[in-house]
């Protein structure tokens, strides 16, 4: 057999293989099940990949949950504030989870949180505190990570603020400690199992400018309908101050 019917013969056959993988392949892509995440039109969506048997456009359209973290040291330990925007204005959030990691010389980890939460359709700034943590946060090197996941979103018809306010506010300075109690209203005909009740204490620089020095928070267990109920809230701060040279700001946590 001369050699040019054997580069013919052995060229054939080669094409025959290709062919026979490129039909497979058509044939594996042709038969793959319709998912929500194929970017295809091809099973009664709504619209790429949302609507009919796949997630709600609506949701799917929803911006993420901001997250800012403020941090500042009293004492050997660490506290830390997590400011959250929720711009949707029809949609909250019914819960999520959020993972705050504190990393060190070398990307080492220091220190992690990670705890579950909620955040209201338009809430443009919910305050969690996380006082007291254990270590130092001058070890702290770069910015701490935030990740937010897991979210369950919900429309404001089945998720909206509930009502309450606080009143009567005193602000108490004893040296590098502050003391603020209050009354917890709920305004609402409703029973909650609980509510969470924060403080954060700042030093007036000038011009309006102002520092954290100082934050914590208590819980109240069930309140009842349209239920007033006192709290006492004793605050450490980085340094000692006079009661003219503080302010204080109260925030409330309270989940339908």
């Known amino acids: 057999m001369s050699r040019t019917i054997k580069q013919l013969i052995y060229g054939f056959f080669y094409l025959a293989i290709l062919a026979g993988v490129v039909y497979g392949g058509s044939v594996v892509v042709r038969e793959t099940a319709p998912s929500c995440f194929d970017n295809r039109m091809n099973q009664q969506e709504e619209q790429t990949d949302c609507g009919g048997p796949c997630i709600s456009c609506a949701i799917k359209r929803l911006q993420p949950i901001s997250p800012k973290l403020e ?4 004492g050997d330990n660490t506290t830390a504030i997590l400011t959250l925007s929720n711009p949707n204005l029809e949609y909250g959030a019914q819960s999520f989870i959020y993972t705050i990691n504190f990393n060190g010389a070398g990307g080492t980890r220091l ?10 359709p338009a809430e443009a700034q919910k305050i969690i505190i996380e006082p007291n ?17 897991a979210v369950n979103w919900k429309s404001l018809t089945d998720f909206s603020e509930p009502q309450f306010q606080t009143r009567q506010i005193k602000t108490v ?12 209203v709920n305004r609402e005909a409703s029973s909650f199992p609980k509510a969470s009740v924060g403080v954060l204490v700042f030093q007036q620089i000038f011009d309006g400018e102002n ?10 267990q069930t309140l009842q309908p349209f239920e007033e109920r006192a709290f006492k809230i004793i605050v450490p701060m980085d340094a000692a101050f006079k ?4 302010e204080t700001l109260i925030t409330t946590e309270v989940q339908r």
């Open 71 to 74: 941090y500042f040291g009293v």
């Open 111 to 120: 220190f992690s949180i990670t705890k579950d939460s909620f955040i209201y």
């Open 133 to 149: 943590l254990k270590f130092n946060y001058r070890s702290i090197v770069g910015q701490p990570e935030i990740v937010i996941s």
């Open 173 to 184: 300075v004893s040296g590098s400690t502050a003391t603020v109690s209050g009354i917890l």
């Open 211 to 220: 520092r954290l020095v100082g934050a914590s928070k208590t819980v109240l």
């Open 243 to 246: 009661l003219p040279e503080i």
